[in-house]
């Protein structure tokens, strides 16, 4: 059965979202080998790319943004709505935009609950859709959860 994620995000910053993304994404590579993110544009696709090249060498995530890199991509690939991506399939789906992601062949999602309303009940609909699809999920206190993984 597919497995979920939802982190909500209220009391952290900007700063604390970006790291808590660069472990998903580091611990989804660790596990599953192959991790797709969904990015809202192009540009937070570069932040994070950024970000993901300041990690410290033991954290080291092979990735880079979709349609560069190797011809069959990284295996952590940063992609944004209206990217040529292709239809490989991934094991993890990390999911940065406000719409369910319907890549195939995932066995996990993560997604994330904004503290703003119009974006927290977004996530809301998300979250149905996927519990409405079979998804097994659960949701965790990111702020929580930084602090118990903080290094």
């Known amino acids: 059965m597919a497995q979920g994620i939802f982190y909500v995000l209220d009391n952290i910053t ?25 990015c809202a544009d192009q540009a937070q696709a570069e932040q994070l790319d950024q ?23 990284a295996p952590v690939e940063l992609c944004w709505p209206g990217a040529k991506v292709s239809a490989r399939r991934t094991g993890l789906v990390v999911n940065c ?28 609909e998300r979250y149905k859709q996927l519990r409405q699809h079979g998804v097994e999920l659960q949701t965790i206190q990111a702020a929580e959860y930084l602090s118990a993984h903080s290094s």
Request: proline share 5%; net charge neutral.
């Open 14 to 38: 900007a700063e604390q979202h970006v790291k808590l993304l660069c472990r998903v994404i580091t611990d989804g590579w660790r596990e599953q080998r192959s991790v797709r993110v969904w």
């Open 51 to 73: 970000a993901l090249w300041q990690q410290p060498a033991d954290a080291f995530v092979p990735h880079n943004l979709v349609g560069e890199g190797p011809a069959n991509g």
């Open 97 to 124: 935009t406000d719409t369910v992601i319907n890549s195939s062949g995932w066995t996990r999602y993560i997604d994330f609950v904004p503290s703003a309303e119009q974006a927290r009940q977004a996530a809301r």
